[in-house]
C-alpha cells in the first residue's frame, strides 16, 4: 500500500463528484503533497474526511522531536517498541529512520519485524514510479546508486529468534502489529513494558477498543504506572488422555469409521471390473508378463478367464493382432541406449552424466544416503492445542504518540474544504466534536456560495441529488464560430453573447437567440477573468516585462508607485495608484495572467 487515491466522477452534463479521503498536504519522503485545492475548484458534491487523528497525535509531528525521543530513550540504556503496519506508513517511517542512521552513524540495532519484511521491501523497490518525484529521479540520474529502500542500517527479521542474534543492549524494533492484540510486536511488549527504560512509541492511530488504544489514550495522563490483565495464548503439545483421544480420532478418520462387513462390502464394489469390449483379433490369447520390481517374480495370464479376471477399463484394440509374448502397447525403444561413442568418435561413459546429489551442508550424498532420504517418511507437526491465560502485566515503560500516519491537519482541511468550495459538502469519518466543529466553519465561510454541508452517519441514507437544475444547449455552427474560446484546464471558455429561454414541452433543448437578436433586446457584454493568480507569478511577469517590483508588508510595490495586493475577504487581486503610463502597464501585465472572456 503506497499512498492514496483520490477519485473523481463526471456526470454526463460536466459535474464532478469528488471523494477525497485520507489525504496529506504535506510532502514527506517518498510520497508528494496532495494538491487537492489546485485540482479542482466548485465541484457539485465533495466527500471529504473529517479524521484528523486522535488528540494525543495533534500537536506533535514525526520530525526532529520523534528522533530526539528516540535518541534519549537509546541513550538511556532503553529499547524502544515501534508498532507499525505491515506496508504502508512503515515505509515513510523507516526512510525517516535509515537516513538518521546513515548521517549519524550509529551504531545501536535497527529491526523491522514481520513475518513478511522480505515482501514489503521488494515491492516498494518495484513502486518507485508511484513515490516522490525527487526518489524517481535521484534513482534514475544514477544508474550506480542503489534502490532507495535498499537498507543498509535497518535489518530485516521475520521471527524472534532472528531478532535474538542481534548485538545485545537498546535497539529500535519496528515490529506488527498498530493494534498490539497479536503479532510480534504484541510478544515483545509483555517482555519490554516491565522496564522503566523501555518506550513504547506509536506513530498511527491505533483500532478502537484495542490495547493500542489504551495505552495510547493513558499517555494523555502523563508518565504515571498501569496495570493489565492480558490475555496470552500458547501452543502446547497433546499429552496423556488428550493425545490417546486425538490418536484414536485420527485413526477412525482414516479407516472411515465404518463396520468391518460394511466396509468390506464398500471395498468389493470398488473393486469391481468394470466392463469390456472384445475386439475381433486373437486378444485371448494374450499373454501378459507383470514383473514386480521389489521380489523379482512374474505372472502369466494365458487364458481368457484369467484376462476376465483382472479389471480393465473401458477400452477397445482393433486393427491388429498382438503377437504372442508381447506386451498389448507400442513399445518404446530409446536409439540412445546403444550409443557407445558421440559424433566426433568419443567414447560415452554414462556415470560423467549423472547428477550427484548433494546434501544441506554442501557435501556429496552416497547413492544408498539418498536413496534412505527418498525413503525416510515425512515429518508430520505433532498434535497441539492452544492454552489461553490471564496475565498481569504492570506497563512502567514510557508511551508516546508522533503523527506519522500522512493526514493533513485539522487547520489545514479547514483551509483546503473552503478554497475548493463545493457545492454540497459530506463529511465522514472523525470524532463527534471535531467533525461538528468543522461542520459549523464550513456552514459559515461557504454561506455566501450557498453551500450544503452534511455529515454522514454510519449507515446512514444521505440525498445527494443536486438542487440546481442543469440544461443542454445546442449551438449552430454560425453561432459558435462567433464565440473566442479559451483554454481552461479540461474545458473551453468563451463569452456568448445572446438569449437563453427554458425548454419547452415540444423541444428538449434550450433555445438559443442569435447575436443580432440580442443586441435588439439590449443585452451588454461584460469581462469576466478566469484563473488563480498569485502575487510571486505576477512578479515574475513584471520582472519579464522591465518592471521592478519588491515584496513589502505582503504586497508588491512597483514603480508608480503602484501597489498589489490581495484583497483578505475575496481573496482578489487589487491595484492601487494614480493613473499614470505605469498603472496601465502594470494592469495590462495583470490583466495577461488571467483567461478573459
Given amino acids: 500500500m503506497i499512498g492514496g487515491s483520490i477519485w473523481r466522477i463526471t456526470s454526463a452534463v460536466g459535474e464532478d463528484v469528488v471523494y477525497a479521503v485520507d489525504y496529506n498536504h504535506r510532502k514527506e519522503l517518498h510520497l508528494n503533497s496532495t494538491a487537492l485545492s489546485n485540482l479542482f475548484s466548485r465541484p457539485a458534491l465533495m466527500i471529504a474526511d473529517a479524521d484528523s487523528g486522535q488528540p494525543q497525535f495533534a500537536q506533535k509531528t514525526h520530525g526532529p522531536k520523534l528522533l530526539d525521543a528516540i535518541m534519549l530513550a537509546l541513550r538511556n540504556d532503553g529499547s524502544i517498541l515501534m508498532p507499525v503496519d505491515t506496508a504502508g506508513r512503515v515505509l515513510e517511517v523507516m526512510l525517516l529512520l535509515e537516513k538518521h542512521w546513515a548521517v549519524n552513524r550509529l551504531s545501536y540495532p535497527l529491526a523491522l519485524l514481520s513475518p513478511v519484511a522480505y515482501n514489503t521491501l521488494e515491492f516498494a523497490k518495484s513502486q518507485l514510479e508511484w513515490m516522490n518525484e525527487q526518489v524517481a529521479k535521484e534513482f534514475e540520474s544514477s544508474r550506480d546508486k542503489d534502490n532507495p529502500f535498499s537498507m543498509r542500517y535497518v535489518k530485516l527479521c521475520h521471527t524472534r529468534e532472528e531478532l535474538g542474534r542481534l548485538p545485545q543492549g537498546p535497539k529500535l524494533v519496528l515490529a506488527t502489529l498498530p493494534s498490539l492484540q497479536a503479532g510480534m510486536a504484541r510478544d515483545l511488549f509483555l517482555e519490554w513494558?516491565?522496564?522503566?527504560?523501555?518506550?513504547?512509541?506509536?506513530?498511527?492511530?491505533?483500532?478502537?477498543?484495542?490495547?493500542?488504544?489504551?495505552?495510547?489514550?493513558?499517555?494523555?495522563?502523563?508518565?504515571?504506572?498501569?496495570?493489565?490483565?492480558?490475555?496470552?495464548?500458547?501452543?502446547?503439545p497433546l499429552e496423556g488422555a488428550e493425545l490417546v483421544a486425538y490418536q484414536e480420532q485420527k485413526r477412525k478418520e482414516e479407516m472411515g469409521a465404518v463396520p468391518g462387513p460394511a466396509r468390506q462390502s464398500s471395498d468389493a464394489k470398488l473393486v469391481e471390473p468394470l466392463p469390456t469390449r472384445h475386439s475381433s483379433g486373437s486378444i485371448a490369447k494374450l499373454t501378459r508378463r507383470l514383473t514386480s520390481m521389489s521380489e523379482g517374480h512374474s505372472m502369466e495370464l494365458d487364458t481368457a478367464n484369467q484376462l476376465a479376471a483382472v479389471p480393465q477399463s473401458d477400452a477397445l484394440i482393433d486393427g491388429f493382432t498382438v503377437p504372442e509374448g508381447a506386451a498389448a502397447m507400442f513399445p518404446f525403444e530409446d536409439e540412445n541406449d546403444d550409443l557407445q561413442w558421440d559424433e566426433y568418435g568419443a567414447a560415452l561413459r554414462p556415470d560423467e552424466f549423472q547428477l550427484k546429489a548433494t546434501s544441506r551442508t554442501g557435501g556429496q550424498l552416497a547413492d544408498d544416503e539418498d536413496e534412505d532420504m527418498d525413503d525416510a517418511p515425512v515429518q508430520l507437526e505433532a498434535p497441539s492445542k492452544i492454552v489461553t491465560t490471564n496475565t498481569t502485566v504492570n506497563v512502567r515503560a514510557r508511551i508516546a504518540c508522533f503523527d506519522c500516519q500522512g493526514r493533513s491537519d485539522a487547520?489545514?482541511?479547514?483551509?483546503?474544504?473552503?478554497?475548493?468550495?463545493?457545492?454540497?459538502?459530506?463529511?465522514?469519518?472523525?470524532?463527534?466534536?471535531?467533525?461538528?466543529?468543522?461542520?459549523?466553519?464550513c456552514q459559515q465561510e461557504l454561506s455566501s456560495i450557498?453551500?450544503?454541508?452534511?455529515?454522514?452517519?454510519?449507515?446512514?441514507?444521505?440525498?445527494?441529488?443536486?438542487?440546481?437544475?442543469?440544461?443542454?444547449?445546442?449551438?449552430?455552427?454560425?453561432l459558435l464560430s462567433s464565440v473566442r474560446l479559451r483554454a481552461m484546464g479540461d474545458y473551453k471558455l468563451g463569452w456568448l453573447k445572446g438569449v437563453a429561454r427554458p425548454p419547452s414541452q415540444q423541444e428538449a433543448l434550450i433555445e438559443i437567440v442569435s447575436a443580432a437578436a440580442a443586441e435588439a433586446s439590449g443585452s451588454s457584454q461584460g469581462g469576466v477573468f478566469i484563473g488563480d493568480v498569485r502575487l510571486s507569478e505576477v512578479r515574475k511577469a513584471l520582472s519579464e516585462a522591465g518592471i521592478t517590483a519588491e515584496w513589502y508588508g505582503g504586497m508588491l510595490v512597483c514603480s508608480g508607485p503602484v501597489t498589489i495586493k490581495v484583497g483578505t475577504q475575496d481573496g482578489q487581486v487589487q491595484l492601487e495608484g494614480a493613473l499614470c503610463d505605469d498603472y496601465f502597464r502594470i494592469r495590462d501585465v495583470v490583466y495577461g495572467q488571467y483567461h478573459v472572456c
Avoid at 495505552?215 to 501452543?235: E, N
Avoid at 453551500?451 to 454560425?478: F, G, I, N
Fill in 450 to 478: 450557498h453551500s450544503k454541508v452534511q455529515v454522514a452517519q454510519p449507515l446512514e441514507v444521505v440525498d445527494m441529488s443536486l438542487q440546481t437544475p442543469t440544461y443542454q444547449a445546442l449551438l449552430a455552427r454560425e
Fill in 411 to 441: 487547520r489545514s482541511i479547514r483551509e483546503i474544504l473552503v478554497k475548493v468550495a463545493p457545492q454540497q459538502l459530506i463529511l465522514l469519518h472523525g470524532l463527534p466534536q471535531a467533525t461538528a466543529a468543522l461542520q459549523s466553519y
Fill in 193 to 236: 513494558a516491565a522496564d522503566p527504560k523501555n518506550l513504547i512509541l506509536f506513530t498511527q492511530q491505533a483500532e478502537a477498543g484495542s490495547l493500542g488504544a489504551k495505552l495510547q489514550a493513558h499517555s494523555l495522563k502523563g508518565p504515571s504506572p498501569l496495570t493489565l490483565q492480558l490475555p496470552i495464548s500458547k501452543r502446547v
